[in-house]
């Protein structure tokens, strides 16, 4: 399983955007150079991660993009599943039917199922502030 450039882009800017002063509007632009980012991307990720309230935003000079809650209580996970990026391993659609012809489900069918819920779970146990301040480095290291 491999997640889009959509998943990993919003988490690279949204952890950027959390290693900022959370008092002060940040320019994507700004984003998009620090993180070598394309704007125009970034304006659609970031219209994604407004409508669904993970970050707010201010017009005018020195306006910009906040988080909307603390980094400590935003998890990678909802960022992922905010620019639509489905975390799943499965090639099937979902629900009953499965990939095979006539709907069946193939051998290994569980086997991805099972994955992609772990990797959820995973990324809904980071947050970004566990990304800023190196905790999973950390973790690699040990």
């Known amino acids: 399983m491999q997640l889009s450039t959509k998943g990993r882009y919003a988490v690279m800017a949204m952890t950027d955007l959390a290693s900022r002063d959370s008092l002060r509007a940040v320019a994507l632009a700004d984003i998009a150079e620090r993180q070598q980012l394309s704007l125009a991307y970034l304006e659609q990720l970031f219209a994604r991660l407004r409508r669904r309230g993970l970050v707010t935003s201010s017009r005018g000079p020195g306006g910009?993009?906040?988080?909307?809650?603390?980094?400590?209580?935003?998890?990678?996970?909802?960022?992922?599943?905010?620019?639509?990026?489905?975390?799943?391993?499965?090639?099937?659609?979902?629900?009953?039917?499965?990939?095979?012809?006539?709907?069946a489900r193939c051998l290994t069918h569980d086997l991805w199922e099972e994955t992609g819920r772990q990797i959820h779970d995973f990324l809904a146990s980071v947050t970004l502030a566990d990304v800023v301040s190196g905790k999973l480095r950390a973790k690699a290291a040990a």
Do not use: I, Q, W
């Not at 998890?75 to 095979?100: I, N, Q």
């Open 64 to 103: 910009g993009y906040r988080l909307a809650k603390p980094a400590s209580e935003t998890s990678v996970a909802e960022v992922v599943t905010a620019v639509d990026e489905p975390l799943k391993a499965v090639r099937c659609s979902g629900g009953a039917k499965g990939c095979m012809h006539g709907g």
